[in-house]
């Protein structure tokens, strides 16, 4: 199999530019006043005159669509136009009803960003946006027997395309891109993100070259990727095409310039069928609708809307906190994730490193209840949780001043999510109170080395590794509840005294 | 200016029409004729004047994120020469 040839071929550079195209979450159309709650209704409800195509009609702009995407492109880091231009983009096809999709062609609202992409080996690559414009989704057709079935429920839903230069040069790097996008636009609030459901759609054109390619500033013959509907679909199509095209190469071959389409079942990718014979969209500037001038000030307001970022957010954390890069990073993927986490520490306290033992309590074990709970992975869930960011704070607090322990703290933790009770009246109507008290413990070590003579000989003779099968065994006997230091302590006390 | 017989067929696909070799010899021919016509606005000196594609001096024009009701299916379907299930029915865009 390609895929599982090995990854890197220094005699290669991998050169992979990125299309992303993005749903905004507007309550109305782009151009109309259409509803954009298609999901689940029947076919052509959510359509009227304008999203149909029909002549005489005229498209009006969303302000807020215009705001979302100016919005997402001060994120980038881009330039915002002065002046943006939309344009019509003419191609033939049953589900764009007016012939032409509105589109932006040479004054996009946005243009020259740039994103610093993390990667997980602690090294940041730059990957340049080329531009980020605005534009009309296209509805959908089924197939079958024949006929295509059109529904044009999503015809003219907001669609905001952010376009990379190429600039990535590894699966990771695009994988990273794509999930710190995704992230982006989730903070600012301006789409779900969610690729299954095609509110955010990845197409990254491929390709590879030498090194005397690259010195002569030429580029290798790209191959677009659609159909991918996973973040990592989109890491598996950008290996397995790299692979597939040095071998063409290496076998003598020459690639050939496609779209390919990729088989999430082979794994593999897969020449895709062709729309349009040609593609020449010959695009010209909408004359239905003015330009868009954006003053100065007007961009100022939108910028002053923007939340604090992710990449900022984890800086924070690491700088102020004292938090380690691993849970600055989960716990800054997902806003919601991060306002848990403001709030549990905002209510528990930022001192004696305080928020890095609140992390570690919501990465490891609230994240773990949240993959549990057959859901999926989605952290976006820790908004629904019972448990509240102060109820977390007060649970780390019982345990600090060792009302009860922290592997208690687990099965008190465990309750509060399935009931959302407070960890006090949890405690106090489990009894799971700490047991400090030296003659409990001091009771319990002794009936453990009563009833383990053979044990406590090994022990005794040598075989000191035995401390922990008998410290298992005082915590099973208090039911887990005895202070374990003090336990330990007594063990100890009572196991060397012989 | 003279449009090839080539740029021809190439429009003509595009607009998904089927010409014939005399079609398309006689649509070069005329279509030449017309641009020829058209290109003598290129006599005017424009060299002061910015290019715009707009001549009402709008900018702007925009309205507030507020769905309302548009057709129901029935009526969104009224016009099509063929539907079915509540969607637009086609002849089938890739081959089978």
Known sequence: ???????????????????????????????????????????????????LGMPGTLPVINRDAVEATVK????????????????????????????????????????HGRVDVDLPDGSTSPIRVRRVHLEEDTGRSVHEGGYSYVDLN??????????????????EQAYAFLTGLRSVLRYLGVSSGDMEKGAMRCEPNISVRTPEQKARGEYGAKVEVKNLNSFRAVRSAIEYEM???????????????????????????????????????????EPDLPPLALSRAWVDEIRAELPELPGAKRARYIRDWGLRPTEADALTGESLVACFFE???????????????????????????????????DLRQIADVRIAPAQLAALLALIDDKTINPNTGKKVLDIMYATGDDPQDIVAREGLAMVSDTSVIDEAVASILAAN???????????????????????????GKADPNAARQRLQELLDEA | MHLTQEEVRHVAELAKLRLTEAEVRQ????????????????????????????????????????????????????????SANGFFRVRAVFEE
């Open chain 1, 72 to 111: 997402t492109g001060l994120a980038l880091g881009c330039e915002i136009a002065e002046t943006a231009v939309f344009a019509r983009k003419n191609y033939t096809y049953p589900d764009l009803p007016k012939g032409y999709q509105i589109s932006q062609f040479e004054l996009p609202l946005c243009i």
């Open chain 1, 343 to 377: 709030g549990a520490v905002a209510a528990y306290g930022e001192e004696d490193g305080k928020p890095q033992r609140m992390a570690n309590w919501i990465t490891g074990e609230l994240f773990r209840l949240i993959y549990a709970d057959g859901e999926g992975q």
């Open chain 2, 27 to 82: 649509y070069a021919a005329q279509l030449s004729a017309i641009l020829d016509y058209a290109e003598r606005i290129q006599e005017v000196d424009t060299s002061s004047v910015p290019p715009t594609p707009y001549v009402l001096g709008l900018e702007n024009v925009m309205r507030d994120d507020e769905p309302q009701p548009g057709l129901d299916n029935e009526a969104a379907l009224s016009n099509a020469p063929d």
């Open chain 1, 243 to 285: 692979r597939r095209q040095i071998d063409v190469l290496q076998s003598g071959g020459a690639v050939e310039q496609v779209n390919m389409g990729w088989d999430e079942e082979r794994q593999r990718t897969v020449l895709q069928r062709t729309k349009e014979s040609s593609d020449d969209y010959r695009y010209f500037p």
């Open chain 1, 1 to 51: 199999m390609l895929a599982a040839t090995t990854k890197s071929d220094t005699r290669y550079e991998l050169v992979v530019g990125m299309e992303v195209h993005v749903q905004l979450l507007t309550r109305s159309k782009m151009f109309c006043r259409c509803a954009t709650d298609y999901a689940g209704a029947p076919p052509n409800t959510r359509v009227c005159p304008v999203c």
């Open chain 1, 453 to 479: 003579p053979a044990e406590l000989a090994r022990y005794r003779g040598g075989e000191t590794k035995l401390f922990g099968f008998f410290m298992g065994q005082v915590m099973r006997a208090t039911q």
């Open chain 1, 154 to 171: 999503r015809a003219g839903v907001p669609l905001m395309e952010i376009v990379t230069e190429a600039d990535i040069h590894s699966a």
